[in-house]
């Protein structure tokens, strides 16, 4: 007489061998909110990957905040910038646009992933501000805890029985 247990032992060994895929399709397929992470509570309020607001290595006063400078350059600029420059708000990262625009997210292996940009800006304000790109610990966490591991639970249990 065949194992009753044995084939319920095989659907888990497949689950656990199809978890990394699943996790990286679920990624993938969030890849927009994990981008609007980044674009709208990181970057677009200036803060670092620590949480803290980020600041232009060249300025030693009004830490992560637009100098007059910025702000009086840009009054007079055609197009304007997509956001206002205005002096001692934060730095929001959304001159033209295409910055954010042309984000994306690529797989690294083992449900690790990197965020990019295609407007050939991203090593400028790399070089300048650090790895700006990186999620926060905060928003990492709501990565992993709202949106992979509630959908991982989701195909787990779906498909634990399927024998």
Do not use: C
């Not at 501000?129 to 926060?136: R, V």
Request: charged share 20%.
């Amino acid at each position: 007489m065949a194992n009753p247990i044995t084939p319920y032992r095989n659907n888990i060994s497949k689950i656990k061998d199809d978890l990394e895929k699943v996790a990286q399709e679920i990624l993938l397929r969030n890849s927009g909110k994990i981008l609007d992470l980044i674009q709208k509570g990181q970057l677009g309020i200036g803060l670092d990957p620590f949480g803290q607001p980020l600041q232009h290595p060249q300025k030693s006063s009004n830490y992560g905040k637009y100098e007059p400078v910025t702000a009086g350059f840009w009054a007079n600029q055609t197009p304007t910038p997509k956001k206002p420059k205005v002096t001692g708000s934060t730095y929001n990262f959304e001159w033209s646009g295409d910055t954010f625009s042309t984000m994306f997210l690529e797989m690294r292996g083992d449900s690790v992933f990197e965020i990019f940009t295609k407007d050939g800006k991203q090593s400028l304000l790399e070089n300048a501000y650090g790895k700006i790109f990186n999620l926060s610990k905060q928003n990492n966490e709501i990565v992993n805890q709202v949106i992979l591991l509630p959908e991982l639970y989701k195909y787990v249990v779906n498909n634990l029985f399927k024998v």
